[in-house]
Each structure stands twice: as C-alpha cells, then as structure tokens.
C-alpha cells in the first residue's frame, strides 16, 4: 500500500504527494504504521536538494519574492515546492497561504507543488512533522524546497534548524530600521534580501542594503549576502538564483549540516512523543488525579517533582 504511493510520488503524482503527507500528519495508529513505512522508504532514497527558508515581517514581500525566485528556479530546470511554516502555533491557520497566495506564477506550473495548507501539529512537534513533509516533496522529487514563514516573532530561530539556508528579508522605510531588527534573527539568518527596490522606494532600498551589508557582511571576506530586490519589477534575482543555485551542489556541506539539525530535532521528537504518550496513557488517569488531589497541599513545583519521582526509576 505505501510502496503503491511512493511509486506514484516518484512520477510526481500530485494525489500521492497529498495521501504521504496526509499519512505523516496523522495521529492515528494505523497511519503511523503507514507514515513508518514510508519514511524508511524516503530514507533509503538520496536526493540532492536544498531546503530554502524565508523569514521577515508580514507584508515585507516574502511570498512574491519566492514567486518570482521560485519561478526562476523552473526556468533552469528545477523543481519547487512551497510550504508555510509557523513552528510557534500549534494550530497553524490554512488561510494565509490559501487566501492569497501571491504565488500566481508558481501555482501555474507544473513543476511546482504549492502545500495548500500548512502543518496541522495535532499531538505538538510542528517542527518534526515539517522535516518529515520536507523529506516526502524531496522523495517526490522537488529540489528546491521553501518554508514561508507566517509566524511572527520567534519562529525564525525554529525554521532554522529545518533549513539548508535562511533568508531574511527587510522591506525600505518599514519602521523596523535596523537597530530594531532583533540580534537573533540577524545570528541566524544566512543571505538578506531588501524587498520593494522599485519606484519610489528605489533610493531607499539601496540605502537599507548598504546598511545591512555594514552589519552582516565580514570585513575580511569578500563574500556579499546582502541582496537587493524587486518582486514587481523581477530586478536583483539572477545574484539570488545563482548564490542557491550554488548551495545546491555543494551536497556535502548541507548533509553534514542536516546531520547537526537532525540530532536536536531528535530531542523535539522524544520529548514531544513522551508527553502525548503521558498524557493519551489510561493507566495515567489515576496517577495524574492522585497529583492533582495534592495541589491543595504542595505547590505545583513540588507536585510535579514528585509526580517525575513516581512514573521514571532513578
Ligand atoms: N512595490 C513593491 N511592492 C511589493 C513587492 N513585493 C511585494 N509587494 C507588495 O507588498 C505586499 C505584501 O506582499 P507579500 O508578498 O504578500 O508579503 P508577505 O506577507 O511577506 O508574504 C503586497 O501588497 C505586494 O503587492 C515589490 O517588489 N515591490
Ligand atoms: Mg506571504
């Protein structure tokens, strides 16, 4: 049954792509079964990809940057996926990329697959279940694979343990000038884009990047990671295209980095299936309201630690 669909996802078949995804997202026991089977498929499969994120404020441009990016990826013969990620929601909202997608180019073609909706994170580990989506797009066959983030404030340092390399974007005369831009996201981030490099806010956006390039480039190295962009216009993408585009074959750096990733996203992993396995056990009920009964006497600290005393032996 899972072989029949990672048949299918091999020739690309879109419903078969939807099922695999379906199946890891489920918390159904049958399905796990399933979703098991089919990540010890993906597993023995190599693939040569490159996990692209893209974080920044709303509205400062991302989903239209990575449909004209995206779109050049396809001209040169690529494949692109497209998913929205907020890790810091346990409920992520279909809507944002569903509504308006502002991927009109990208959801024309056919070499792209635009995740509808993105990560249900029923039973936690959104982060664990992404990885998992990103392996199943890669298995059928998408090389360039990119999270949108939609989460605001803290997912940036979450998406970046999913991903080959972090993009953070900054929109011109946003009011998030530079000193505002939190120190962790700016240590985390890999390339900067400055969005809306167009009419009026040419000027101001060739400014911004000079800015940024005084902050994030190394004074000893020659390399630039700052960019200078415009969705509208399609200006400033051939730099981005051939920087990722050289990312993508350097295989060795980006396995030995996911081999980083994969270790702390493995502690997600127990530490997330421990608590649903705690919480979904019967034979806990009566423990927990033996605790529970306590809280009039002890302090929550003090229950718990209890609590961990009795369930794990020393
Ligand atoms: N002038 C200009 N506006 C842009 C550009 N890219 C995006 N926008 C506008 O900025 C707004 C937000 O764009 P969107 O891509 O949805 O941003 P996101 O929320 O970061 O995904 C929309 O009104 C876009 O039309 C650009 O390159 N130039
Ligand atoms: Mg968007």
Redesign the pocket.
Known sequence: MTSDICERMKKGERRAIAKAITLLESTLEADKRKSLELLEQFGKTKVKSLRIGVC??????????IDVLGTSFIESGHQVAVLAVDPTSPISGGSILGD?T?MDQLANAPQAYIRPSPGGGVGGGVTVNTQEVIQALEFAGFDFVIL?TIGIGQSETEVATLVDTLLF?HQPESGDDLQAIKKGIIEVSDLFVV??A??M?KTAAEFAAQQLRSVVNDPHQKIDRVFC?????KTGFQAVHDNLVGLLANQTAIKSKRTQQEKSLLLTRIANDFRSKLINDPTMKPLFKKYEDKLSKTSIRQTSEEFLKAIIKP
């Open positions: 920044g404020s709303p509205g400062v441009g991302k989903s239209s940057f308006k502002r949108e974007l969005t809306k167009d009419g806010l962009i415009s969705s509208t216009e």
